[in-house]
Protein backbone atom coordinates (compact mmCIF):
# COMPACT_ATOMS: atom_id res chain seq x y z
CA UNK A 1 0.00 0.00 0.00
CA UNK A 2 1.50 3.74 -1.09
CA UNK A 3 1.91 5.26 2.00
CA UNK A 4 3.60 8.27 4.13
CA UNK A 5 4.54 7.04 7.48
CA UNK A 6 5.33 9.09 10.23
CA UNK A 7 6.72 8.49 13.65
CA UNK A 8 6.25 9.17 16.50
CA UNK A 9 2.53 10.08 15.96
CA UNK A 10 2.75 11.84 19.84
CA UNK A 11 5.32 13.24 21.44
CA UNK A 12 5.54 15.27 24.67
CA UNK A 13 9.06 16.79 25.66
CA UNK A 14 10.59 19.68 27.66
CA UNK A 15 12.37 22.98 26.09
CA UNK A 16 15.91 21.96 24.91
CA UNK A 17 15.86 17.83 24.34
CA UNK A 18 16.87 17.39 21.03
CA UNK A 19 14.30 15.06 19.20
CA UNK A 20 13.89 13.48 15.45
CA UNK A 21 10.50 12.93 13.78
CA UNK A 22 10.90 10.35 11.07
CA UNK A 23 9.55 10.20 7.82
CA UNK A 24 9.14 7.15 5.36
CA UNK A 25 7.33 6.59 1.73
CA UNK A 26 7.35 3.52 -0.10
CA UNK A 27 6.48 5.55 -3.50
CA UNK A 28 9.69 6.93 -5.13
CA UNK A 29 8.68 10.10 -5.12
CA UNK A 30 11.28 12.72 -5.89
CA UNK A 31 9.73 15.40 -3.62
CA UNK A 32 8.93 15.92 0.05
CA UNK A 33 8.39 18.19 2.52
CA UNK A 34 7.69 18.95 6.16
CA UNK A 35 4.58 21.34 7.04
CA UNK A 36 3.05 22.35 10.67
CA UNK A 37 -0.55 23.40 10.88
CA UNK A 38 -1.55 25.79 13.55
CA UNK A 39 -5.17 26.85 14.31
CA UNK A 40 -6.05 29.53 12.11
CA UNK A 41 -2.64 29.26 10.26
CA UNK A 42 -3.31 26.91 8.50
CA UNK A 43 -0.51 24.35 6.92
CA UNK A 44 2.91 26.17 6.30
CA UNK A 45 5.99 24.64 4.36
CA UNK A 46 9.03 24.20 7.01
CA UNK A 47 11.56 22.91 4.54
CA UNK A 48 11.32 20.59 1.08
CA UNK A 49 13.41 18.36 -0.63
CA UNK A 50 13.35 17.72 -4.75
CA UNK A 51 15.72 14.96 -4.51
CA UNK A 52 18.67 13.31 -2.47
CA UNK A 53 20.81 15.65 -0.97
CA UNK A 54 18.80 17.90 -2.34
CA UNK A 55 16.74 20.39 0.18
CA UNK A 56 15.45 23.62 1.07
CA UNK A 57 13.97 26.51 3.35
CA UNK A 58 10.27 26.73 3.40
CA UNK A 59 8.04 29.71 4.76
CA UNK A 60 8.74 28.89 8.49
CA UNK A 61 12.25 26.90 8.47
CA UNK A 62 13.67 28.31 11.89
CA UNK A 63 14.58 26.01 14.31
CA UNK A 64 14.05 22.87 12.56
CA UNK A 65 17.20 21.00 10.25
CA UNK A 66 16.62 18.25 7.88
CA UNK A 67 18.62 15.73 5.66
CA UNK A 68 17.95 13.74 2.78
CA UNK A 69 20.29 10.92 2.49
CA UNK A 70 17.86 8.51 1.04
CA UNK A 71 15.29 9.20 -1.50
CA UNK A 72 12.57 6.96 1.08
CA UNK A 73 13.27 8.87 4.22
CA UNK A 74 13.18 12.79 5.16
CA UNK A 75 13.72 13.22 8.56
CA UNK A 76 12.93 16.31 10.30
CA UNK A 77 15.17 17.75 13.53
CA UNK A 78 14.54 19.87 15.92
CA UNK A 79 17.93 20.62 17.78
CA UNK A 80 16.58 22.47 20.51
CA UNK A 81 12.79 22.72 20.31
CA UNK A 82 10.78 25.81 22.49
CA UNK A 83 7.37 25.84 23.35
CA UNK A 84 6.16 28.13 20.12
CA UNK A 85 7.21 24.29 17.87
CA UNK A 86 4.36 23.20 19.59
CA UNK A 87 2.30 21.82 16.81
CA UNK A 88 0.75 19.42 14.30
CA UNK A 89 3.45 18.82 11.93
CA UNK A 90 3.14 16.17 8.55
CA UNK A 91 5.50 15.18 6.08
CA UNK A 92 4.61 14.65 2.85
CA UNK A 93 5.64 13.39 -1.05
CA UNK A 94 5.23 13.40 -4.32
CA UNK A 95 6.12 12.62 -7.38
CA UNK A 96 7.16 14.42 -10.68
CA UNK A 97 5.19 17.68 -12.24
CA UNK A 98 1.60 18.26 -11.15
CA UNK A 99 1.16 14.94 -9.01
CA UNK A 100 -0.63 15.16 -5.66
CA UNK A 101 0.70 15.53 -2.26
CA UNK A 102 0.59 12.29 -0.14
CA UNK A 103 0.26 13.32 3.61
CA UNK A 104 1.11 10.98 6.41
CA UNK A 105 -1.22 10.76 9.63
CA UNK A 106 0.88 13.42 11.42
CA UNK A 107 2.72 14.15 14.26
CA UNK A 108 1.47 16.21 17.16
CA UNK A 109 4.73 17.79 19.36
CA UNK A 110 3.64 19.31 22.52
CA UNK A 111 7.12 21.22 23.71
CA UNK A 112 7.00 22.03 27.37
CA UNK B 1 4.89 33.32 -3.14
CA UNK B 2 1.42 32.68 -3.76
CA UNK B 3 -1.34 34.67 -1.51
CA UNK B 4 -4.61 32.35 -1.14
CA UNK B 5 -7.72 33.06 0.26
CA UNK B 6 -10.51 30.74 1.58
CA UNK B 7 -13.15 31.49 3.51
CA UNK B 8 -12.10 31.29 6.79
CA UNK B 9 -15.89 30.79 8.33
CA UNK B 10 -17.21 27.49 8.01
CA UNK B 11 -19.76 26.70 5.96
CA UNK B 12 -23.16 25.28 7.33
CA UNK B 13 -25.42 23.67 5.13
CA UNK B 14 -28.53 21.06 5.13
CA UNK B 15 -27.83 17.50 3.67
CA UNK B 16 -28.70 17.45 -0.08
CA UNK B 17 -28.03 20.95 -0.83
CA UNK B 18 -24.99 21.53 -2.79
CA UNK B 19 -21.74 23.41 -0.91
CA UNK B 20 -20.07 25.37 -2.89
CA UNK B 21 -16.24 26.81 -1.56
CA UNK B 22 -14.05 29.39 -2.86
CA UNK B 23 -10.78 29.72 -3.56
CA UNK B 24 -8.94 32.98 -4.56
CA UNK B 25 -5.46 33.88 -5.35
CA UNK B 26 -3.61 37.20 -5.94
CA UNK B 27 -0.51 36.66 -7.92
CA UNK B 28 1.00 34.76 -10.84
CA UNK B 29 -2.18 32.34 -12.19
CA UNK B 30 -0.71 28.49 -11.67
CA UNK B 31 -0.73 25.74 -13.09
CA UNK B 32 -3.20 23.60 -11.96
CA UNK B 33 -4.58 24.53 -8.25
CA UNK B 34 -5.63 21.14 -6.54
CA UNK B 35 -8.38 20.62 -3.69
CA UNK B 36 -7.97 18.50 -0.76
CA UNK B 37 -9.69 17.17 1.98
CA UNK B 38 -8.68 17.13 5.79
CA UNK B 39 -10.73 15.45 8.17
CA UNK B 40 -9.87 16.31 12.35
CA UNK B 41 -6.37 15.17 13.09
CA UNK B 42 -5.51 13.78 9.78
CA UNK B 43 -3.44 14.60 6.85
CA UNK B 44 -4.93 16.28 3.88
CA UNK B 45 -6.23 13.87 1.28
CA UNK B 46 -6.21 14.78 -2.40
CA UNK B 47 -9.47 15.39 -4.16
CA UNK B 48 -8.90 17.05 -7.46
CA UNK B 49 -6.98 18.72 -10.06
CA UNK B 50 -7.87 20.99 -12.78
CA UNK B 51 -5.54 22.70 -15.13
CA UNK B 52 -5.48 26.37 -16.21
CA UNK B 53 -6.73 25.72 -19.91
CA UNK B 54 -9.52 23.46 -17.90
CA UNK B 55 -12.70 25.44 -17.36
CA UNK B 56 -14.25 22.63 -15.01
CA UNK B 57 -13.26 19.06 -13.56
CA UNK B 58 -15.54 17.08 -12.72
CA UNK B 59 -15.92 13.40 -10.36
CA UNK B 60 -18.84 11.88 -9.08
CA UNK B 61 -20.37 14.37 -6.97
CA UNK B 62 -17.69 16.90 -7.16
CA UNK B 63 -17.32 19.54 -9.26
CA UNK B 64 -14.43 22.32 -9.52
CA UNK B 65 -13.73 25.38 -11.65
CA UNK B 66 -11.19 27.33 -12.56
CA UNK B 67 -11.62 30.92 -14.09
CA UNK B 68 -8.25 32.23 -14.45
CA UNK B 69 -9.54 35.91 -15.30
CA UNK B 70 -11.30 36.46 -11.71
CA UNK B 71 -8.23 33.99 -10.02
CA UNK B 72 -10.80 31.84 -8.66
CA UNK B 73 -12.06 28.46 -7.78
CA UNK B 74 -14.95 26.98 -6.45
CA UNK B 75 -15.49 23.69 -5.47
CA UNK B 76 -18.80 21.96 -5.40
CA UNK B 77 -20.40 19.50 -3.98
CA UNK B 78 -23.89 18.28 -4.81
CA UNK B 79 -26.47 16.22 -2.74
CA UNK B 80 -24.12 16.97 0.02
CA UNK B 81 -24.03 13.95 2.96
CA UNK B 82 -22.79 14.47 6.47
CA UNK B 83 -19.91 12.52 5.77
CA UNK B 84 -18.74 15.85 3.70
CA UNK B 85 -18.29 17.23 6.50
CA UNK B 86 -14.44 18.14 6.72
CA UNK B 87 -12.12 21.07 5.65
CA UNK B 88 -11.55 21.64 2.48
CA UNK B 89 -7.87 22.97 1.11
CA UNK B 90 -6.87 24.26 -2.28
CA UNK B 91 -3.08 24.19 -3.43
CA UNK B 92 -1.34 26.24 -6.13
CA UNK B 93 2.15 25.23 -6.96
CA UNK B 94 4.33 28.11 -6.04
CA UNK B 95 7.00 28.30 -8.57
CA UNK B 96 9.19 30.20 -6.00
CA UNK B 97 13.22 28.36 -6.65
CA UNK B 98 11.51 26.13 -8.87
CA UNK B 99 10.08 23.57 -6.65
CA UNK B 100 6.90 23.11 -7.67
CA UNK B 101 5.78 22.18 -4.14
CA UNK B 102 2.49 23.36 -3.53
CA UNK B 103 1.08 26.09 -1.34
CA UNK B 104 -1.99 25.45 0.67
CA UNK B 105 -5.13 27.82 1.77
CA UNK B 106 -5.99 28.12 5.34
CA UNK B 107 -9.25 25.87 4.46
CA UNK B 108 -12.46 26.09 5.03
CA UNK B 109 -14.84 24.19 7.04
CA UNK B 110 -17.60 22.44 6.01
CA UNK B 111 -20.27 21.07 7.98
CA UNK B 112 -23.81 19.35 7.01
CA UNK B 113 -26.35 18.58 8.91
CA UNK B 114 -28.56 15.80 8.83
Known amino acids: EAQVTQNPRYLITVTGKKLTVTCSQN?????MSWYRQDPGLGLRQIYYSMNVEVTDKGDVPEGYKVSRKEKRNFPLILESPSPNQTSLYFC???????????FGDGTRLSIL | SQKIEQNSEALNIQEGKTATLTCNYTNYSPAYLQWYRQDPGRGPVFLLLIRENEKEKRKERLKVTFDTTLKQSLFHITASQPADSATYLC?????????????FGRGTSLIVHP
Open chain 2, 91 to 103: ALPDASGGSYIPT
Open chain 1, 92 to 102: ASRGQGNQPQH
Open chain 1, 27 to 31: MNHEY
